[in-house]
């Protein structure tokens, strides 16, 4: 059973936050520690007092955090998509941000996989094959990759066997001629 404190505080989150937003995660936290719970509502709750962004870009941009693959928040991803969705976002902006999110992280792999190659050489267990050109396939994505984001990360491939040298930015030795993928 809620304290009077608790409470309370529930009215203020709703009044703040709108009732909708309280899910389990709140509940036990309003449960556990009410005194950061008030203090987590203040601080969620800025936005909504300063409102120089619409209620569908804040809602749009809350789904963006709670997606990114280094937090992963499913009551907050499903909050944020109904009310990006009662603010009036279509299913592609919020597709959109999702995809977006996505590629977060994407940088890491381009700086721990030449790390991790750089340690496997070191460790005497680094392959040849690694190394290997690209096939066809992998040379289309390249492509494909290069043309969308305007770069391709290149100190990930050692002695690969393809230069940027063609204004496609992979070796015309091998040309690209598989469907989109």
């Given at each position: 059973?809620?304290?009077?404190?608790?409470?309370?505080?529930?009215?203020?989150?709703?009044?703040?936050?709108?009732?909708?937003?309280?899910?389990?995660?709140?509940?036990?936290?309003?449960?556990?520690?009410?005194?950061?719970?008030?203090?987590?509502?203040?601080?969620?709750?800025?936005?909504?007092?300063?409102?120089?962004?619409?209620?569908?870009?804040?809602?749009?941009?809350?789904?963006?955090?709670?997606?990114?693959?280094?937090?992963?928040?499913?009551?907050?991803?499903?909050?944020?998509?109904?009310?990006?969705?009662?603010?009036?976002?279509?299913?592609?902006?919020?597709?959109?941000?999702?995809?977006?999110?996505?590629?977060?992280g994407i940088h890491a792999c381009n700086i721990g996989v030449p790390l991790l190659v750089e340690?496997?050489?070191?460790?005497?267990?680094?392959?040849?094959?690694?190394?290997?050109?690209?096939?066809?396939?992998?040379?289309?994505?390249?492509?494909?990759?290069?043309?969308?984001?305007?770069?391709?990360?290149?100190?990930g491939r050692i002695s690969c066997g393809w230069t940027q040298s063609s204004s496609r930015g992979?070796?015309?030795?091998?040309?690209?001629?598989?469907?989109?993928?």
């Amino acid at each position: 059973m809620a304290t009077e404190e608790q409470k309370k505080l529930k009215d203020e989150f709703d009044s703040k936050l709108g009732p909708e937003a309280f899910h389990e995660g709140w509940e036990s936290l309003l449960r556990v520690d009410p005194a950061f719970f008030s203090a987590s509502v203040s601080l969620a709750s800025v936005s909504r007092r300063k409102a120089h962004l619409s209620r569908k870009v804040q809602a749009l941009i809350s789904l963006a955090v709670d997606c990114a693959a280094t937090h992963l928040y499913e009551p907050g991803i499903r909050e944020h998509i109904k009310t990006a969705a009662k603010e009036g976002a279509s299913r592609d902006e919020i597709i959109e941000v999702i995809e977006l999110t996505s590629t977060l992280g994407i940088h890491a792999c381009n700086i721990g996989v030449p790390l991790l190659v750089e340690v496997l050489k070191e460790e005497g267990k680094f392959l040849d094959d690694i190394t290997r050109p690209y096939n066809e396939t992998q040379q289309g994505l390249q492509w494909e990759f290069t043309e969308k984001r305007g770069y391709w990360h290149t100190s990930g491939r050692i002695s690969c066997g393809w230069t940027q040298s063609s204004s496609r930015g992979i070796s015309s030795s091998q040309p690209y001629r598989g469907s989109r993928i």
